[in-house]
């Protein structure tokens, strides 16, 4: 596997808001199913939560939103691995939008690997899938959009 | 007002994730329904959407994940103007849970003033509702809680 797989979005009516379109807190809701498919795709599934206790935690969400999205538009999310460790994923997700898949939003997540027992703990991945992540890793760093906005500090920044 | 009210979340069952806690993404959905409780607080409401077509567009939106929140847990988000200007409000959200209202986690959001035409653009606020912001800032400046982490880029920082 040389990249991740891109996750169609279906969106729910209940999804859109007074402004008529998407509101802003379910392209996190988009991002997190996007983030399950990236699970499964990594062996990190159903089977395996329920076979180790293993599951991932989110430690922390950045959304970058670049264009409405309306109820109409089909939507995919393309993730990129960023950057990983023994027990960490840094997550991007692109949102793109229509035929043209002009990306409408950028989602960042920080995912730590943890063992569900009695004490919640971070753990390390399996070899394996350290070594899915690297290689998704370069992979990512040879295709990732270099014009996308990164998460960052958020600030009223006068000029 | 000296200070936003806190905005009580009710806890829907679809927001537990297969982890038996709060979907990272249900944390943004809290928060984007506390904005809109703010908006109400600050005269953005229903009735001047509908008689000015001014509404907020959230242009970035960061989370912070302290501590999971499970179905039971009651859940309240505490407003903080952080910063403002002309168009604009950097607004954080405190996650205070339980009976001791510790924090389950930071949310913050950058909102531009839009004015809905049929090409949306960007607009000043009334000179009474910037004087209201600049009220609420300098009463968050005093009030927030210095040791809540703000939002910031993501990165796997290596000891």
Redesign the interface.
Known sequence: MDALQPYRVAIEPAWID??GHL???????A??LAVDDVMDQLGLD?DY?ARTRG?L?????????LHEIKQADALALRSYVL???RK?I?LAGVFERGATGAPAAVA???LLHVI?NDEPASAPFSAATEELLQHLQRAAAASWPADLP???????R?S
Not at 57 to 65: D, G, S
Request: net charge positive; hydrophobic share 40%; glycine share 0%.
């Open positions: 007074y402004n509101r802003d807190a379910y392209y996190a809701v991002f997190s159903a939560r599951t935690y989110t430690l922390e969400m950045h959304l970058h939103f950057d990983c460790d960490r840094l960042e997540a920080m569900q990164r998460s960052r500090t958020l600030a009223i006068r």
